[in-house]
Every structure is written in structure tokens, then in C-alpha cells.
């Protein structure tokens, strides 16, 4: 849902459509009453609100708001409160019965809508009222909706006898409101913040407010939108917010739930009975009730997360150091499992013992890695690096350090972390000792700087590293960095990138090294894409067979993209097909989510190319369920930006091409299609020179994906701008542009028959752009080409623009209507599908032309007797309503247009309509 809702509507498009069901039910006659239910600030209010400002114009509202204490004192204090704010007053004396008589009434006069809110802290009487409106339930107009807060409804409160009551009502329905997920969570925050948050800052704020969007709220706002991390502490309104159930406990049972939060994580009860020495079942008990803590496999947490912050910095630095010691203690003594290990390496920490927190976060990150773990493995291990200048006689170095530090990383998917810990270690390696192992970290770097956007495919790293092994010719390293000067030289075209390639087989071969043949198959696989050699996608499934059985992520990776190249173009179903594919394998090969969210966002290219929006906006879902790193969050985020500029919401679009562009810092991704989205936005914004500009960049350097589809949106503006004021800019423009761009150019090495009819659409639309703007009448004939060539290469996008221009050039040259239905039919049928804005122009222009968008009816158009209608004449009379021209209908009947003619003219004389028009209306209103 669009941050116009606030934030806290954002993510609950379905919640929101169920509410108005409600209300479209109850506005036909069929009353319900749907219970909201989730914990304090899931944003059932602002689900309440937004109802509210949708239907005030043809509900009436009754707004009754329960509140703590007060209500419970008061009986029917929400509903008389509603009462008051109703502009015509409501009944003289509120009793059950007569309040429902009033509701009758107030339903015949306009729907209903009575919310009530807060639900748990209702009176008795209230809930009666409710009960017997329940009861009743006529076919009024009424539509009742609660919110009701589920972690303030503890055992025995006197709601549950309630809703087990109304739950046997058949009117009676419930909405369960849950907290978002991390993608939810970073839609919020763009909202908040008007423009995408950097992932990190996502990772910050869903670890502390696990999705709960008003906590979310309470952490973000006032952030700087570009921050790369949190400020340290909490704001006081957070603060307050997640501590109010906790004030409410006795003294004794907060101390117990401080010392659950300085555990640091869900804890047995009987291991804080040891920690606190004494009794806690009562206390956790108490805990529990209020919705402080909640129980899970017999383990104790918080049920917001962020209360455990709040709780441990309440304590003195002497409180803290004594339980840390204490649980440090316990535990190291009863190790059993990773969560353990991970546990006393933390307590130790915390408690300030350097020595044992340097040890036991060693072995924390081993047991971590062997259990998979590597993200917890590298947080350790940086805590290991941290202390190592405090710890004699440590038995590994800095380099040994750095070394777990990076291969973690790797595991991990953080090759952000990775590639620093490359770098330090380079600095650390002495080359004449180990010149092996300063070539193999020099071809990492290569890698990872081209991976996370720091430089693309550089040469001279990849040439220092294979200098270094020129003593070592059998070496594996000698291989790898083989293959990646062929990689570096590929990329940039140079011409001994392909020799090198097989070279570096020939030498992964010799040496007897997995992962240098798995680069090596890599390299030969881009160098065969390049020659268009057939045997190229076997080659590169060779390279993914090798990488995959040794776990070689980023080899996998480069292979699968190179076949998925030899597939056909982006937006082949093949090649949407092959990344879902690739997708599955890494997830199921335990792959991190930075390389199955790169195929993800690949496939929502396709997908959002291909005309299925909202497949393309799930895989993107899917791309920041977790963080997908540099590389595929570039990627996703100017996917993003094309569907949002595609479908009118040209801010959004800005603010995700203006994080791709920093992510990728203008060096590292230069192969990703950036200018195609500049130009979109810019043409969406009538900016020509910066979509000149764009389409300049992208056609000069020709390495970017879709360069070959700047020029249709280009021309298209500048067309646009003829139409001006002042054309004469825009004339001059257009004729440079044409002068330099004769034509739309091909991409050579794309497999595939479908798309030499890509290319030839994107040429139709950009030689009708032009003959739009200088008004020849050669301009319908373009326009009938490009739709047709459009079709016929599935551009969906571009087609329903193409058939709107068919439709709006054919009507204003006066002929061809038929024809022009039939264009602007299409059109309107394409862009509502696709979510565009052009759907509007189209529906528009049909009014004007009186073109009906309605589809023909499945049965004939109900008459009255009176009228005596033949069974063809109701036929024919079914296509008159639904705007069908005599030709078309002649068409589809199989009968002549003369025919067709004889009936109306029958239908007329029988009807008493002057025209078909008029006929038509006389026969919808009875209808």
C-alpha cells in the first residue's frame, strides 16, 4: 500500500481489501462484523482510520473508541460517544433495543459503518449491545468493525466468554494482524524516510522491532534517510512505549525479567532460577500474563525484543558485571550446543574477562560454522580480532585471524566483510615468503571489488597476481589467476581473453584443483558466449556441476549467468524459467540469499519485461526478505524503479534508482541497466535533456543491459514536446537525435528467434515516435506496424502504448473506426493489466470517441416484454450496449453488416430510441 495510507499501512494491502469487503457487503445489504486482533501497534487503528477516510463519503460513520478505566466505568460510554459526534444526534435514551431501532433507520438512509475500537477495554454493557445487534441482524446495511489488542487479553478476562458467544454468529468474522516481515519492514521505512533505507539500517531495525510497525516507527523517525546504521540508544518514546506492560509487574517480578534480559536470549527457566538464586515460576508467571514474556519449547523471552535493551541498560555497570559472571559461570560448565557456546562467549564478553570472552568466541564461531552459522561465526570472530591486542601469547595471528574472518564471510554472504578482510591480509602477507598465497587473495580482491561495485573486471590485480606465480607453474594459484586475467580480459575485451581461457583449463586440469577448475570452466564459459560457440551453455553447466560440489558460490554464480545468456534475452520465458531454476538449486545447495536474491531480481527483470507485474513485484519481495548484498540490491532496486516509473509512481522510482546508484558507487556495475531507467524517469518527467543524456551513455558504452531500448522512450518525449508551446527546441532535438540514431541498433550475440522481433518493434516504435512528431500522414501506417510488430515480439508494455496510438491517430484522421475500437480495446485491456497510468488516457479517449470498454455480456441484455425483442435482436441489442461497431458485430455473428442494420432499425421502431445510442441507455437502465 502507498505511504499515502502512513507508514504503518504500509505492507497490508490484504488487510485492507478485506476491510472493504466489509463495507461492499454491507453497502448490498449484507451486514458483518469482522474483528481486527493483533498485538499493540501492528497498525489495526490505522487499518481502522483508513477505512474510515475510504467510505466516510457513502457510510455513515460511527466512531466509538474504548478507553482504559474509563470505559469499564462508564456503561456504553463508546457507543454514546460515537452518538455525540453524529451530526443528526442519535437515539433519546440508549437502551439495546431501542439503539438497534436506530440502526435500522440510520441503514435505510445510507450504509453503515460502526467501528469500535480497542475492543478489551469495553464495559459489559457495550458488549450486550454489540451481542444483540449481532443477534438481530437484518439484511440492514451495517457493517461493525473492532480492533481488539491480543496481548492485552490475559487468561481469564472477561472478553473471551464474549467472543466465544459471537463466534457462533454466521455475520461474525476475524482478521488476524501480524507483524511484517523484513521486506514489509523496508517498504515501512521507504516510506518513512521518502526513499529506500540502506540495508543495514533494514537488518537494525527489523533485529530490534521484529516487524512490529509502530516500534519501527517510534526507531526511525528523525533518522537521516542516507544513515548507514542506528544511533546508539533509543529514542524516549520507543523507550516508553515498549516498557509500559513492564512497569505494571510488582518490583520482584521485574528483577527476575531484567535478569531474563541480561541472558540475552530465550532462557530456561531453571537456569534463571540459578542465575537469580530463587524461586522465578510466580514472577515469570506474572511475566507472562502481562505480556512481558512469552513461553516457546519451554524457554522465556520477551515478547518485544527491543524490552531487553530497554531492561539490562537499567541496570548498574556492578549489577551487570555480577550477572554476567553469573550466567557466564552456570553455563560454561554445561555446554551442550551452539546456542550455549555462543552464550557464554557473549556473558564473558560482557562481563569484561578478556581472556575468556578472546577463548570462548574462538570456539563460539567454530561450533557456529559447523552448524552453519556463518553470519553468528563472523560477528565472533570480530569480537576475537577486537580483543587479540589485550591477550598474550594468543596462539593465532592477526593473518590466521583475518583468514577464519574472511572464509566466514564468505559462508555468510558478506562479501562486503570479505573484501575487507582480503585487504587487511594483503597488507599482512609478506609476498617474497608466500607469494602463493598473495596471488590467491589478490584474485579475491579482483572479485570482490567487481562483486560489490568497487572497480569492474580489473586487469592490472589480476596480472600482479599471476606475476607472483610465474615460479609455481603446476600451482593451483598459478591456474586461478590464469583464469581470472581471462575473466578481467573478456570483460574488457581485450584479445588474449580467450586463449587464456583455455589455458587456465588446460592448467586447473593439471594441478588437480577443484576450485581452479571450477574459475577456470567459468572463464572458458564467457569466452565461448562471446564466439557464439554452441557448446557454451554445456560449458558453463560443467562450471556450475564443479562449483556446486565444492561449494565455490560466486563460479556458480558467474557460470549460471553466462547460460542463462545463451538462452535467449532477459525476457525470454526460457531464461525466466532458468533463473527460478538456479534460484531452487542454490537454495537448495544452502547458497547465501545475496546469490539466490541476484537470480531473483534477474527474474523480475524478465517477469516486469514480460507484462506479469505482479510476479515481478513477489520476486522482488523475495530479493530483500534478507539482505541480498551489493550486487543483486542494485539490481532489484533499479527493477524496482522500472515497474514503479511503468505504473506512474515516478517518486518511488526515483528514490530506488538514486540507492542503486550509490550501492554501486558509479564504478563496479556498469553492465547493469541504469540508463534505461533514467531515461523512463526522465521521460515520465518530461526532462528530454537528461533522457538524451542517458540514452547517449547507454548507446556509447553499449555494455549495459537493454541499451538497445532507450531510443522508443526518448523519442517519445521529445515528441511529446513538439506538441508544446515552443516546439522548435524539441524539433531540433529529435532531428539530432535521428541524425545521430538512425535507427534503433541490435544487440548481435542475443540467441534466440524471438528476439530479431524485439528489435524490430523497438525500431517500428521509434520510426512512429518520429512520424508523430513531424505529423505526416504516414503516422497511422508507423503506428499499425509498431502494434503489430509489438505483438508479435510479446513486448506488452510497449504494445498497449503502441495500440493507443493506433486508436487515437486512426479516430482523429476520421476513418477506420472499427479498427480504432478494436486498437483501443486492446489498449486499455493491456495497461489496466499491467497496472500503467496509460489506462486512463485510453479510457478517456474512448469517451471522447463513444467506445464502449465494456465486454459483451455472456448473456443477452434483459428487456421488457413489452418491447417484443426477437432472440437475434436481444443478441445484437447485448453488442449495441457493450459499443460494438456493425462490422463487429456483423463479424462475430457471421451475418452481414446490412443485417445488422434491418435489426436496429427493427429495435428502434419497437423502442421508441431516435439512435443507437439512446437505445443503448434505454436498455441499461432497465437492465
Known sequence: ?????????????????????????????????????????????????????????????????????????????????????????????????????????????????????????????????????????????????????????????????????????????????????????????????????????????????????????????????????????????????????WHGLAPADRRVSVFVAVAGRPVTAALLAEAVGGPVLPALRAAVDARVLEVTDDRYWFVHPLLAEVLEATLLPEERHSAHTAFAAILSGRVTDVAGTVAVADHYHRCGDVGQAYAWALRGAEAAQREGGAAEAVRLLDRALFLLPAVPAAALSRLDLLDRVRVAADRAGDQSRELRAVEEMIGL????????????????????????????????????????????????????????????????????????????????????????????LTADTIARCIADDPTAADRGRQAQTVAAGIGEFWAYKSAGAWVAGTLGDIDDQAVIDYHAECRAEMTALGMPHNYAAMECALEAFGLLLRGDPQACAERLREVFAANPGPFANAHARLVAALLAVRQGRTAEARGHLARAEELTDGSGFRTQPFDLVRVEIAGAAGDAAAAIAAADRALSERLQEMYE????????????????????????????????????????????????????????????????????????????????????????????????????????????????????????????????????????????ARISLTEVAAEPVRTPPRWGLTDRESEILTHIVAGRTYAEIARTLVISEKTVSAHVSHMLAKTGATNRLELSQLALRHA
Open 1 to 245: 500500500m502507498a505511504a499515502a495510507g502512513g507508514d504503518l499501512l504500509v505492507g497490508r494491502a490484504a488487510e485492507s481489501h478485506a476491510l472493504l469487503d466489509l463495507t461492499a457487503r454491507a453497502a448490498a445489504g449484507r451486514p458483518g462484523f469482522l474483528l481486527v486482533a493483533g498485538e499493540a501497534g501492528v497498525g489495526k487503528t490505522a487499518l481502522a482510520r483508513d477505512l474510515r477516510s475510504r467510505v466516510a463519503g457513502e457510510f455513515g460513520v460511527l466512531w466509538a473508541p474504548c478507553l482504559p478505566l474509563t470505559s469499564l466505568a462508564t456503561p456504553f460510554l463508546p457507543l454514546l460517544s460515537a452518538l455525540r459526534d453524529w451530526p443528526a444526534g442519535g437515539p433519546p435514551d440508549f437502551q439495546p433495543l431501542t439503539f438497534d431501532r436506530w440502526l435500522d433507520d440510520a441503514c435505510r438512509e445510507r450504509p453503515l459503518l460502526l467501528v469500535v475500537d480497542d475492543l478489551h477495554w469495553a464495559d459489559g454493557s457495550t458488549l450486550e449491545v454489540l451481542t444483540f445487534v449481532l443477534a438481530m441482524a437484518p439484511r440492514r446495511r451495517l457493517a461493525v468493525l473492532a480492533t481488539l489488542r491480543t496481548d492485552d487479553l490475559a487468561d481469564g478476562h472477561p472478553l473471551h466468554r464474549w467472543l466465544a458467544d459471537v463466534r457462533r454468529f454466521p455475520e461474525f468474522g476475524e482478521l488476524p494482524v501480524a507483524r511484517l516481515d523484513r521486506a514489509g519492514t523496508a517498504d515501512q521505512l521507504t516510506a518513512l524516510f521518502g526513499r529506500p533505507p540502506r540495508e543495514s539500517v533494514v537488518d537494525e531495525v527489523f533485529a530490534r522491532t521484529r516487524g512490529n510497525p509502530y516500534l519501527t516507527a517510534l526507531l526511525a523517525r528523525g533518522l537521516d534517510p542516507d544513515a548507514g546504521a542506528l544511533p546508539p540508544g533509543l529514542p524516549d518514546g520507543l523507550r516508553g512505549a515498549v516498557t509500559r506492560a
Open 709 to 848: 531500448r532507450v531510443l522508443p522512450p526518448v523519442a517519445r518525449v521529445l515528441a511529446d514536446q513538439i506538441r508544446d508551446a515552443d516546439p522548435e527546441p524539441a524539433r531540433a532535438a529529435l532531428a539530432d537525435l535521428r541524425r545521430r540514431y538512425p535507427t534503433v541498433p541490435a544487440v548481435p550475440e542475443v540467441p534466440g528467434a524471438r528476439y530479431p522481433l524485439v528489435a524490430e518493434a523497438l525500431r517500428a516504435l521509434y520510426d512512429a515516435e518520429v512520424e508523430r512528431a513531424h505529423r505526416t500522414p504516414a503516422a497511422a501506417d508507423a503506428w499499425r506496424r509498431a502494434h503489430r510488430a509489438c505483438h508479435t515480439a510479446s513486448l506488452p508494455w510497449e504494445e498497449a502504448y503502441a495500440a493507443w496510438r493506433v486508436g487515437q491517430t486512426l479516430l482523429a484522421g476520421g476513418g477506420h473506426r472499427d479498427e480504432a475500437a478494436s486498437a483501443v480495446r486492446r489498449a486499455h485491456q493491456l495497461s489496466t493489466d499491467l497496472g500503467s497510468p496509460l489506462a486512463t488516457e485510453v479510457a478517456a479517449l474512448a469517451t471522447t
Open 429 to 520: 602477507v609478506d609476498r617474497r615468503q608466500a607469494p602463493l598465497a598473495a596471488a590467491d587473495l589478490l584474485v579475491r580482491r579482483m572479485r570482490l571489488l567487481h562483486t560489490t561495485g568497487g572497480s569492474f573486471a580489473d586487469v592490472g590485480l589480476a596480472r600482479e597476481a599471476l606475476e607472483l606465480t610465474v615460479d609455481h607453474p603446476d600451482s593451483p594459484e598459478r591456474a586461478l589467476a590464469t583464469a581470472a586475467l581471462a575473466h578481467a580480459e573478456l570483460f574488457r575485451s581485450l584479445p588474449d581473453g580467450a586463449a587464456r581461457a583455455r589455458a587456465a583449463v588446460e592448467l586447473a586440469e593439471a594441478s588437480g584443483s577443484a576450485r581452479a577448475l571450477a574459475y577456470a
